[in-house]
RNA sequence: UGGCCUAUGGUGUAACUGGUAACACGUCUGAUUUUGGUUCAGAAGAGUCUAGGUUCGAGCCCUAGUAGGCCAACCA
C-alpha cells in the first residue's frame, strides 16, 4: 500500500536525502501554560508525537513560560496529566524559562553587534511609529543609541533600576520592512512580576519571538511545526536564529499547519476562557467543553482522540472538521470496549399481570462484541420500567416498540405484549399492563424463546434498580462556525439546552461501577461515569448516542 | 493601501519526478440482527475557484484575476 504522507513528512523525507540524517530530527510540543489544551492541541501532539515515534527521534515537552501575568503552574500539571493520558511520550520536560540566562546573554551579543537596542519611549509610541501594514513606519529616536549606552541601560533593566514600561529591549531590523513583525520587534520588557519558576529571579522577560527559536536551537530542535498564523514570525524566528554568536548545530526548521477546526464549539483559549468566566459552563474540564479535561470527562476515550485528528489530517488550508466524525471515532471504540447495561432515563411502570413468580435472575451479555467480558445477572420480577418513548397506545408499522395489542421483546427477557393502559384524571399514562409469554426466555432455547417480533426494547426491574443521575448533553452552540464571532455575538447563539439532568433507573450491576468507567446504556448511547460519582450518588455523563437511523416517527399514527 | 498563506464531492484529506480524480466521515438502498446499534453488500455525489498560457497531455507548472485567512500586543 502507499504511504500517504501529509506535506510536513514529505518535507522531512526530502531533507532526509539531503543534509539531514534521522539522528538530526527531533521535535517539541510547546504549549503555553495559560490555560487547558483542547482537541486542536491533540493535533499538534499527535503530528509531533507520531513523527517522533516513526523516525524513533525525541519529543520534548516544552512550556512556553514567558509571560508570567498569564501562567502558573497548575496548567503545568493538567497539561502533564493531559499528556499521561493520551499516551504520549516525551523525552523530557523543558521550560523557556530555563533559557532565561542564555537568552539573556545572546541578547547582550546582539547588542554589542548593533542589532539590538533600548528604547525609552511607551508602549503607545513605539506602536504608532510601527506604521500600518500599508504605511510604513519609522525609526525610533533610540534607535542609534552607542552600544556601551545600550549595554549599560539593558544591564540596569535587568537589575530593577527602572519602571515597567519604561525602557525595552528591541531587534534593530527594518521599519520599512512589508512584514510588520521584522519593524524592530520587542525583546525583552520589563515586568515585575513573579515567575511560578523563576519567582523573582527576574525582572526583565522575553518575549515569544526572542525565545522560541532559540529555545528551538538549545534544545536541538529539527524541525519546529506551529500554527498557520506564525507564518509572518518565520522571517524573524530566522533572523534571530542568523545573529546568533552559536552555530554549532543545524538551525530549527519553522513550518506551519492550519490549525483544527470544529463545528459547533469554539477552540481559541480566549473564548474557552471566556466561557469559562462567564459561568457559562462548569469549568475547564465541563463535559461540554472541547478541552481534553472536558473531552476526558464527556467520556471520550483517549484513542478515539488520537484516532479522530490522525483521521482529520494535515494540511494548510483553513478546515472545520464535523463533528460527527469526532462522533464515529468514538463510537467505533466504545462499541468495542464498553459493557452493556439496561437503564432506564424516561421511566413508565409495565405491570406483567400473568407473570405470578416472585421474581427471578435473568442473564445478559457484557458486551456482544467481546464475549470475553461475560455475563451478568439481570433481575427481572412482575413490576418493571421501561422508556416512556417505548410506548404508544396506537402506532404504525414504523413503530417497533410496544403498543396495545402488540407484541415486542424485553430484551435479554421475555416477549410480552400490551393489553390496556391505566391514566390518571389528566390523560396521562401512568403504567402499562401488559401479558408475557412464559416461554419465550431469552436463551432457554424453546421454539418461542426464537420468536421473532417487531421490536426488542431495553427496561429495568422496578423493585430492585437503582437511582442514577444522569447528565445528557448538547451543543453548547447552536451555530456551526461559533469562533468565527466575537464573544458578545457568540454569547447570542449559545444553546440553553445545552445541559439536561435526568434521573433514570439503572439495573442493579451498576452498583459495581467506578468513576470514569464507560458503558453503553443499551439503545441509548455511550455513558461514563463521572469523576465525582460515588455508591450512594451515580452520576452518569452521556458522551455520545448511538447511530441512528432516520426513522419517521409520525405523531398522527 | 502593502506583504504572506490557501483554494479538490456536503465535510476533512489523497493523487510519488505532469498521464483525465482516491480514501474516510456524512447521505441513501438492501441483507443480517434479541440494541432502529454492530456487521455485511451496494449506490448517489466533485471533473479540481475563474480566465489565459506552457505541454502530445495540467488538480499538479507559469501569468492574471476572484474568494477566504493571517499580519499594525511591552500575548503566545
Not at 137 to 166: A, H, T, V
Not at 321 to 334: G, K, M, S, Y
Amino acid at each position: 500500500m502507499k504511504e500517504k504522507l501529509n506535506f510536513i513528512e514529505n518535507i522531512i523525507k526530502e531533507d532526509l536525502k539531503n543534509k539531514y540524517t534521522k539522528k538530526n530530527l527531533k521535535f517539541r510540543f510547546p504549549p503555553e501554560p495559560n490555560g487547558f489544551l483542547h482537541i486542536g492541541h491533540v493535533k499538534a501532539m499527535e503530528l509531533n508525537f507520531s513523527l517522533g515515534k516513526k523516525y524513533k527521534s525525541d519529543v520534548n515537552l516544552r512550556f512556553d513560560d514567558t509571560n508570567p501575568l498569564k501562567e502558573n503552574i497548575n496548567y503545568v500539571n493538567e497539561i502533564i496529566e493531559n499528556l499521561k493520558w493520551l499516551g504520549y511520550k516525551y523525552k523530557k520536560i523543558c521550560y523557556a524559562s530555563d533559557y532565561f540566562e542564555k537568552l539573556y546573554n545572546w541578547a547582550i551579543h546582539l547588542i554589542k553587534n548593533s542589532k539590538a537596542y533600548v528604547d525609552s519611549q511607551d508602549s503607545e509610541t513605539i506602536a504608532e511609529q510601527k506604521g500600518t501594514p500599508y504605511k510604513k513606519g519609522k525609526n525610533s529616536p533610540f534607535r542609534d543609541r552607542s552600544i556601551e549606552e545600550n549595554l549599560e541601560l539593558f544591564n540596569n533593566m535587568k537589575n530593577g533600576k527602572y519602571k515597567e514600561g519604561e525602557h525595552v529591549l528591541r531587534a534593530k531590523i527594518d521599519m520599512s520592512s512589508p512584514n510588520m513583525l521584522m519593524r524592530d520587534p520587542v525583546m525583552y520588557r520589563i515586568l515585575y512580576k513573579e515567575h511560578f519558576r523563576t519567582k523573582n529571579n527576574w525582572c526583565i522577560y522575553p518575549l515569544y519571538d526572542w525565545t522560541h527559536g532559540q529555545s528551538d536551537y538549545i534544545e536541538k530542535i529539527s524541525h519546529s511545526l506551529c500554527s498557520l498564523e506564525f507564518r509572518p514570525h518565520r522571517d524573524l524566528y530566522d533572523w534571530f536564529l542568523k545573529q546568533l554568536p552559536d552555530s554549532k548545530y543545524k538551525k530549527p526548521k519553522q513550518i506551519e499547519f492550519a490549525r483544527l477546526n470544529l463545528s459547533y464549539t469554539v477552540m481559541s483559549k480566549r473564548k474557552l476562557s471566556f466561557l469559562v468566566d462567564k459561568g457559562i459552563v462548569d469549568g475547564w474540564d465541563d463535559p461540554r467543553m472541547p478541552t481534553i479535561s472536558g473531552l476526558r470527562r464527556r467520556g471520550y476515550p483517549s484513542t478515539a482522540l488520537r484516532k479522530f485528528v490522525e483521521i482529520a489530517g494535515i494540511a494548510k488550508r483553513e478546515n472545520i472538521i464535523d463533528i460527527a466524525l469526532l462522533d464515529f471515532c468514538a463510537r467505533e471504540e466504545l462499541n468495542k470496549t464498553s459493557n452493556r447495561l439496561m437503564v432506564v432515563s424516561n421511566p413508565l411502570k409495565v405491570v406483567i399481570s400473568n407473570y405470578e413468580s416472585k421474581g427471578e435472575e435473568l442473564y445478559g451479555e457484557n458486551n456482544p462484541e467481546d464475549k470475553s467480558q461475560g455475563e451478568r445477572k439481570i433481575r427481572f420480577s412482575k413490576e418493571i420500567y421501561i422508556e416512556k418513548e417505548d410506548f404508544k397506545e396506537i402506532s404504525n408499522r414504523k413503530f417497533h416498540r410496544l403498543s396495545i395489542g402488540k407484541e415486542v421483546r424485553l430484551k435479554n427477557a421475555y416477549i410480552i405484549k400490551a393489553e390496556r393502559v391505566i391514566k390518571n384524571s389528566k390523560g396521562e399514562i401512568k403504567e402499562v399492563h401488559c401479558t408475557y409469554d412464559k416461554k419465550s426466555k431469552s436463551g432457554s432455547g424453546t421454539l418461542e424463546s426464537q420468536r421473532k417480533v417487531k421490536g426488542t426494547i431495553h427496561w429495568v426491574d422496578k423493585k430492585s434498580s437503582i437511582p442514577v443521575k444522569i447528565n445528557k448533553y448538547e451543543s453548547l452552540f447552536l451555530n456551526e462556525m461559533p469562533d468565527t464571532e466575537k464573544n458578545e455575538e457568540m454569547l447570542k447563539n449559545i444553546n440553553d439546552n445545552s445541559l439536561e439532568v435526568l434521573e433514570g433507573f439503572a439495573e442493579k450491576a451498576v452498583l459495581k461501577c467506578k468513576p470514569e468507567q464507560k458503558f453503553q446504556f443499551q439503545r441509548l448511547g455511550y455513558y461514563i461515569v463521572d469523576k465525582k460519582s460515588d455508591k450512594s450518588n451515580i452520576i452518569f455523563n452521556k458522551t455520545v448516542s448511538l447511530r441512528e437511523k432516520r426513522i419517521s416517527r409520525n405523531p398522527q399514527y
